[in-house]
């Protein structure tokens, strides 16, 4: 800058002073685009401060998508492709952090593509990779791998439509330039082609950057030109900023606070040398004269230095050892005063005018708020975050997806963020859930509310119906199992019960008949009893006849079974072999499942047809 009057018209020497804007810093501000981009740069890798507050800028407003769809099915095409192809919350963050710190961001699409090399002689097109080809003069020579053919191949890329191989460009704003028309507003963007890939391009190595960049790139670097984008396939974020030289650029955010960062860099290089020499004092030790004597004639001070650092090895190795010295000591301290040019506290001061360059707190920025302040802070902060949550979503909406779209031939969708939840607003939340239970407000702005996507919490709520329904089925079949068996089992007990009562009737009848009852009387009561077993309400009793002749005798059942077996046991036990064995027969004929545990009670070995020998009595 120049120096400036401050009266031009006066000729006085004091009238004419240097131009406040005229500083140290100054010199260093950069003039264009490019040069800020450079400098900005070096900041964030160096400076943590800068560094973190930008990062902090592009990560903090940024919530989840919410993709509005026709379908779930649509739904969840699009969910696989912007997270897991594109991983676009790592991009959004990339393009966020060029947004704060340069104020600017440019990407493109890139669509894949399969490059074919065709032999000029039979026309044949061949895989580049299936080509053993050399790079001369920027063009591809080889073999044909049909006719052997060697010459000079024509390039034929065909574009692949596998929507694995899409990506995202996030282009260096360095080597970006844009002819700007002022009056109509129309951009025009250039890519320069870095050094290094220009060269690789001219020597032919590697391999695979020769087989997937652009012909258009190697017909740049061949004729030494800049490589111009399709206007309409290229989308340039900018932050709002008011019309400048560079009009096709937004002023980068951090140009600001370059002086501040400078003055930041002089304060860090001022505490780097007070660390290194004047944080630990130097110490001089001298003989101290005194009197009439001169101890720089009659002192050996060889003999002195020598005897004094004895003394001091002694002391520090026995910090208790009191040294005696004949001569006097004197000491002197150079530096240990860097304390008193308090440069930290000038750091700090900068630090705050760097916060209000960046449109930080220094308390956000640190995570140290308190609660009073805080949410005034955060609601401030997420309308400024706006515009740029804004942005984001128009990267999407209006160039991403529909291209995407258009080129799988799927459907188009339509993206927003979940709201910003700047404070933990209670309060609010209680209201919108009253407002949601009395039909006032509905269940997908609620949930939006508070940062769940409706469509994929209905498919939660869907399947969870569905594992509760098949919980519900398993558990009443089980319960259903459970009745059979126990009812399987009271059905064995019943059966078991009758059959012992049947025996029990069967038994008291022969016993009757046997004890001279009438016959036509036992088989009248016989049959009553049978009944009673068949229905299983006959109680513990005994045979007893009735005192009125004219009813004849009477049988009750009794039920303890163990009992029964034993006196049908006795009963068999008592019979001679032959009959034994028939009335076994019927038993196991008549009632199978009783003879097994009456068997195992009747002794049904035969009788031993010789005595075993006696002893002869003694004589």
């Known amino acids: 800058m120049s120096v400036s009057t401050l009266d031009s018209s006066s000729t006085s020497p004091d009238a004419f002073k240097p131009s406040p804007w005229l500083d140290i810093a100054n010199t260093y501000q950069p003039r264009r685009f490019r040069t800020a981009v450079r400098m900005i740069r070096t900041a964030m890798e160096t400076h943590p401060f800068v560094s973190a507050a930008i990062r902090k800028k592009a990560?903090?407003?940024?919530?989840?998508?919410?993709?509005?769809?026709?379908?779930?099915?649509?739904?969840?095409?699009?969910?696989?492709?912007?997270?897991?192809?594109?991983?676009?919350?790592?991009?959004?963050i990339e393009t966020g952090m060029s947004y704060w710190a340069f104020g600017n961001f440019v990407i493109s699409l890139y669509w894949p593509f399969q490059r074919y090399l065709v032999c000029t002689s039979c026309?044949?097109?061949?895989r580049i990779e299936d080509v053993r080809w050399e790079f001369r003069s920027f063009a591809f020579e080889g073999p044909c791998p049909k006719c052997k053919h060697t010459g000079v191949f024509k390039v034929y890329d065909q574009v692949i439509r596998d929507r694995n191989k899409i990506r995202v460009i996030h282009w260096n704003l360095e080597h970006i330039d844009v002819d700007h028309v002022e009056h109509s507003d129309d951009r025009l963007y250039a890519y320069m082609i870095p050094a290094k890939v220009r060269s690789s391009i001219r020597m032919g190595q590697p391999r695979r950057i020769l087989e997937t960049v652009p012909v258009s790139f190697i017909e740049a670097v061949k004729l030494n030109r800049r490589v111009y984008f399709n206007p309409r396939e290229v989308y340039h974020g900018r932050r709002a900023d008011i019309p400048t030289s560079n009009g096709a650029w937004a002023l980068p955010p951090v140009t600001p606070v370059l002086k501040a960062l400078y003055m930041d860099q002089t304060f860090n290089k001022v505490s780097e040398v007070l660390a290194n020499e004047y944080s630990v004092p130097l110490w001089v030790i001298f003989p101290q004269a005194g009197g009439e004597m001169d101890l720089y004639s009659e002192v050996d001070l060889r003999q002195w230095a020598e005897k004094v650092r004895l003394e001091f090895a002694?002391?520090?190795?026995?910090?208790?050892?009191?040294?005696?010295?004949?001569?006097?000591?004197?000491?002197?301290f150079i530096g240990g005063n860097a304390a008193q040019y308090r440069v930290l506290e000038d750091i700090k001061n900068n630090e705050e005018r760097i916060a209000i360059g960046l449109e930080v707190s220094l308390e956000w920025l640190r995570g140290n708020w308190t609660y009073s302040g805080g949410s005034i802070q955060l609601k401030m902060m997420a309308t400024h975050f706006k515009p740029y949550r804004q942005e984001e979503l128009a990267v999407l909406n209006s160039f991403i997806i529909p291209r995407i779209a258009a080129f799988c031939d799927v459907p188009a969708v339509q993206v927003e963020y979940a709201p910003l939840r700047a404070a933990d607003d209670v309060q609010r939340q209680q209201i919108n859930l009253n407002a949601m239970m009395q039909d006032k407000l509905s269940q997908t702005t609620w949930?939006?509310?508070?940062?769940?996507?409706?469509?994929?919490?209905?498919?939660?709520?869907?399947?969870?119906?569905?594992?509760?329904?098949?919980?519900?089925?398993?558990?009443?079949?089980?319960?259903?199992?459970?009745?059979?068996?126990?009812e399987k089992i009271l059905a064995q007990g019943r059966a078991r019960n009758q059959m012992l009562a049947q025996l029990t009737v069967l038994k008291e009848a022969q016993k009757m008949i046997l004890e001279g009852e009438d016959p036509n009387a036992v088989m009248m009561a016989y049959q009553q009893a049978m009944q009673g077993a068949a229905q299983g309400g006959a109680v513990d009793g005994q045979v007893e006849g009735n005192t009125n002749t004219n009813a004849g005798p009477v049988m009750s059942l009794p039920m303890d079974a163990t009992r029964i077996l034993e006196g049908w046991a006795s009963q068999i036990q008592g019979l001679e072999p032959g009959q034994q064995g028939e009335a076994m027969a019927h038993v196991q004929q008549n009632f199978p499942d009783v003879a097994p545990?009456?068997?195992?009670?009747?002794?049904?070995?035969?009788?031993?047809?010789?005595?075993p020998p006696r002893r002869e009595s003694a004589k």
Do not use: F
């Open 59 to 92: 990560e903090w407003p940024l919530t989840d998508l919410v993709i509005h769809a026709s379908d779930d099915k649509t739904r969840k095409w699009w969910e696989g492709m912007l997270y897991d192809i594109l991983r676009w919350p790592t991009r959004q």
């Open 123 to 126: 026309n044949k097109e061949s």
């Open 314 to 332: 002694k002391w520090r190795q026995d910090p208790g050892y009191r040294p005696i010295m004949p001569i006097p000591i004197g000491h002197q």
């Open 447 to 486: 949930m939006l509310e508070g940062s769940y996507d409706p469509a994929q919490e209905q498919e939660y709520r869907e399947v969870e119906r569905k594992r509760r329904h098949q919980e519900m089925v398993e558990d009443q079949e089980a319960q259903a199992k459970a009745m059979a068996a126990a």
């Open 597 to 611: 545990g009456l068997q195992g009670q009747i002794d049904m070995r035969p009788m031993p047809a010789q005595k």
